[in-house]
């Protein structure tokens, strides 16, 4: 099993980032996938899931600027994020599970993303 993120970066205010998870070992297709997000010295925070039926769930925090999808062909699910704000400034994580990682097996390593002026 092996995820990979990437996409992460350094971006001003209001500037967009578009996050990839690449899954190899398991069946993409047939399990909810998720991001979370940990901003230095504060907790895992889920920031959003698909499922398998393709049904999308986000948190409060993130509703209206981020959108989750999936390209089933390439195994990879995607995160594209618009209007950043500083407080998304975290390591973003992608996973299975539905609103926790499943296990410590099925999460990436992690990306940075700084927003900062």
């Known amino acids: 099993v092996q995820l990979v993120e990437s996409g992460g970066g350094l971006v001003q205010p209001g500037e967009s980032l578009t996050l990839s998870c690449t899954v190899s070992g398991f069946t993409f297709s047939t399990v909810a996938m998720m991001w979370a997000r940990q901003a230095p010295g504060k907790g895992l925070e889920w920031v959003s899931t698909?499922?398998?039926?393709?049904?999308?769930y986000y948190a409060e925090a993130v509703k209206g600027r981020f959108t989750v999808s999936r390209h089933i062909g390439k195994n990879t699910l995607f995160l594209q994020m618009n209007d950043l704000k500083p407080e998304d400034t975290a390591i973003y994580y992608c996973?299975?599970?539905?609103?926790?990682?499943?296990?410590?097996?099925?999460r990436g390593q992690g990306t940075q993303v700084t927003v900062s002026s």
């Open positions: 996973g299975k599970g539905f609103r926790s990682f499943d296990s410590p097996e099925y």
């Open positions: 698909f499922s398998p039926s393709g049904n999308t």
